[in-house]
Nanobody, 120 residues
Framework: VQLQASGGGLVQAGGSLRLSCTASGRTLSSYVAGWFRQAPGKEREFVGYMLRSGDTYYSGSVKGRFTISRDNAKTVYLQMNSLKAEDTAVYYC????????????????WGQGTQVTVSS
């Protein structure tokens, strides 16, 4: 499966953005779909994932502010509310045919990343 992430941009602190992850070749509903982010000088970190069932799980730093959803078989969204300066990063969507997980090496397929910048 090939993934394309989009929707990033510049937003003020407290604002919202919605990222999209669109799959080509296969349906994302057949995979666990994850979101990760990487800030400058930092390791890529887990943000959240959606299981095939539609259940979701989030890291503690975004829980309650970010929501993963899916409106069709090929697109998964990351709705980001109450954004903070520390949310600034390149955001990546990923997918795995395996079991769910929070580790980046558990995902075989990656999108190219989309930049999110939150100004304080």
């Amino acid at each position: 499966v090939q993934l394309q992430a989009s929707g990033g941009g510049l937003v003020q602190a407290g604002g919202s953005l919605r990222l999209s992850c669109t799959a080509s070749g296969r349906t994302l509903s057949s995979y666990v779909a994850g979101w990760f982010r990487q800030a400058p000088g930092k390791e890529r970190e887990f943000v959240g994932y959606m299981l095939r069932s539609g259940d979701t799980y989030y890291s503690g730093s975004v829980k309650g502010r970010f929501t993963i959803s899916r409106d069709n078989a090929k697109t998964v969204y990351l709705q980001m509310n109450s954004l903070k300066a520390e949310d600034t990063a390149v955001y990546y969507c990923a997918a795995t045919k395996g079991d769910f997980g929070t580790a980046r090496n558990g995902y075989e397929y990656w999108g190219q990343g989309t930049q999110v910048t939150v100004s304080s």
